[in-house]
């Protein structure tokens, strides 16, 4: 074909499957990308493609083009609060509050009772008394809003008093320092990375003292010789200086981990008992629900947080709020946990996945060509992710892929291209897909993708 031949753009733009992009990436966008593929065609030597192969051109650029829109993927990583693949899945309960509420108009600001506005932070508040033992809480978008907001609210040119072993950054170059700076609060560091005394918070305090904080290690953890102030300690020492003690606990356990065979982590109830004036926890780590930040503590405190005008900004909207609402309510049910796809994933049995793992293997195995990556059923171990637990591995089991040409790192390309995409571990030579962040009602639509990746070689 000349360059003079190629076809227009609108043959392109009224084909039905080019067409259908728009709905994700919307008509002009479609054009640019027709308009790019003919680009190259142009530019390359002589005789341009066909028709059919520019076409084919265009879909695929449309497709690498949607990918920058949100897409449901294959957790292979063994991860279960991945937070690169959105942290906690959602409970099917809290899909259908979402569905419900989110389909028409909700009480969310009004009192059915009086007849006159009312408050959304009220909506998950008995729910999360009776979880937590506080006196009160508060949602808002996130964790790190939530410690914002506190900081903001009672340390606003005063100084906030941190362990240097709790100044911690997390993912996102996220690092408790500058939260303190945009809050206008003076950060007082005491101790020493490993070791922090209670006369080290003692020394460190003035009249111009307003919160004693602790802050979760997140994603590390201080072993050995070190030495730390524990909540019960810091709170009582708080008081007696009188000034507020908060905790940014982060990870957001509800209940003890231990039962999962996981090493124990504070739970909110806990610190709550333990005289902490108020304590900061994420949604969507430990606790299993949507993004989002809980404040939770003494009501008179909780209440000053609720009418700081920046609590207004950083608001969640009935659509966090129901799914919450419907994750918190699991908890409350007894035997119902497990409903809550994170802790379905720790309750998985290491040889349940292995059977699945080898049922899989089988399948793509089956009359796969001679260059196709070779597959196996392995025991791996998974992580919880999310800046929690950094050290507790969980056993487990899954998939390697050795590739015949030794380029592990195409074929996890490979696996990302497809769609649904597999988001798979390298490791030296093999591409590594743990079966306990993969539902089993994914397992047909992972074969087909494992068998897509094997052709595509």
């Not at 003079?4 to 609108?10: D, E, G, L, M, S």
């Not at 004036?277 to 003494?298: M, R, T, Y």
């Not at 089988?362 to 025991?379: C, L, Q, T």
Request: aromatic letters at 4%.
């Amino acid at each position: 074909m000349t360059r003079r031949a190629i076809p227009a753009v609108h043959r392109f733009t009224a084909d039905p499957e080019v067409a259908a992009f728009q709905r994700v990436l919307g008509r002009a966008a479609v054009r640019t990308v027709v308009q790019s593929v003919l680009g190259s065609a142009r530019a390359r030597p002589l005789p341009v493609a066909e028709f059919g192969a520019l076409r084919r051109d265009v879909l695929a650029a449309l497709d690498r083009a949607a990918t920058h829109g949100l897409l449901p993927v294959i957790n292979g990583t063994g991860v279960l609060l991945h937070t690169n693949l959105g942290r906690a899945p959602l409970a099917a309960s809290a899909l259908d509050a979402v569905r419900q509420l989110g389909a028409g108009y909700t009480n969310l600001e009004y009192d059915l009772a009086a007849g006159e506005r009312g408050s959304r932070d009220d909506r998950v508040g008995a729910q999360l008394r009776e979880l937590t033992g506080a006196e009160a809480a508060l949602v808002v978008n996130n964790c790190a809003a939530a410690v914002l907001l506190v900081l903001d609210t009672f340390a606003r040119s005063k100084e906030v008093v941190v362990s240097r072993g709790q100044l911690i950054e997390i993912g996102g170059a996220f690092r408790l320092p500058d939260v303190l700076r945009k809050s206008g609060a003076t950060l007082v560091e005491v101790g020493t990375t490993n070791r922090t005394y209670g006369r080290d918070y003692r020394d460190a305090w003035t009249p111009n003292t307003a919160l004693f904080m602790r802050t979760h290690p997140s994603n590390y953890r201080i072993e050995g010789f070190a030495a730390d102030v524990d909540a019960p300690a810091l709170a009582a020492i708080a008081k007696e200086l009188g000034v507020l003690s908060f905790e940014d606990l982060g990870s957001g356990a509800l209940v003890d981990l231990t039962r999962f065979g996981l090493p124990h982590e504070p739970t909110v109830a806990q610190v709550v008992e333990a005289g902490i004036d108020l304590v900061s926890v994420s949604g969507d780590k430990l606790l299993g629900g949507p993004q989002c930040g809980i404040i939770a503590g003494k009501a008179s405190l909780v209440a000053r947080v609720a009418a700081n005008p920046i609590a207004r900004a950083l608001r969640v909207d009935k659509l966090t709020l129901s799914a919450l609402s419907a994750t918190l309510a699991l908890y409350l049910e007894p035997g119902r946990l497990t409903d809550i796809p994170f802790f379905a994933m720790l309750a998985l049995r290491p040889e349940a996945l292995l059977r699945r793992a080898e049922a899989i293997c089988a399948r793509v195995s089956r009359g796969a060509a001679a260059r196709a990556p070779r597959v196996k059923p392995r025991h791996m171990s998974s992580t919880t992710g999310g800046g929690t637990l950094p050290l507790a591995a969980i056993p487990s089991a899954g998939i390697a892929l050795d590739p015949v040409d030794g380029d592990a790192d195409a074929l996890a390309a490979r696996l990302r291209d497809g769609r649904p995409p597999v988001i798979a571990r390298v490791d030296a030579d093999e591409v590594f897909i743990d079966l306990r962040t993969v539902p089993e009602s994914e397992d047909d639509t992972l074969v087909a993708a494992l068998r897509r990746a094997a052709a595509a070689h």
